[in-house]
């Protein structure tokens, strides 16, 4: 990390490595975990996040790497998950810009590469978008590639929902934004999406 971590926030990011280190033991298809990370606005989550990611990635005492490990970055906006990318960015120091990847409505494959970080926002899931139709080159869908991404490397496939979509303006765009988010922790059958093993809640 380019920057130190406050001990709050250290103290968080212990925290969260506990947790994943049983959520990615017992994570499978069949039995998905879900664990949540809460802190108040300016607690600087996407921060420990960043640590996180590095965590995950190259390893810390107590806390194995997974190299080839595919973290998945859901927010409802572009915004966001732009303004997210740009702050792993600039505090990393480990993570490489070619390994933050926007996933925009031309992409099109069978998984999710490992040692990447992939930035989504549920605005392009809705049933009438690029991503979620196969045709026009498109040989799979976006649920498919996660459902082939889960299946293959369950323990880690790390799925991150940033709720910030609960600030949304408008009752009918956060209840949209809320039904595909639960998609991800329920999975959707007709959608070929089974359930994410491995998810991350920010709020």
Known sequence: ????????????????????????????????????FSAPTGA???IVMTA?????????????????????????MPELN?????????????????????????????????????FMNSQKLGNEKLLTRKGDGRQYTIWETMTNTAQAVPDRFYVVIDEAHRGMRGCKAAEKAQTIMQRFLLGSREDGLIRMPLVIGLS
């Open 1 to 36: 990390m380019r920057v130190s971590l406050f001990d709050f926030q250290d103290d968080a990011l212990v925290e969260l490595r506990t947790k994943l280190i049983a959520a990615r033991l017992l994570a499978s298809v069949n039995n998905p975990q879900a664990i949540s």
């Open 52 to 76: 996180l990611f590095e965590n995950i990635f190259f390893g810390e005492p107590g806390f194995e790497c997974q190299p080839d490990a595919v973290i998945l970055w859901i927010s409802d």
């Open 82 to 118: 732009e303004q997210t990318r740009l702050k792993i960015e600039g505090k990393s120091d480990r993570i490489r810009v070619r390994q933050l990847v926007n996933i925009d409505s031309s992409f099109d494959a069978a998984r999710l590469e490992g040692g990447h970080i992939y």
């Open 44 to 46: 600087g989550k996407t």
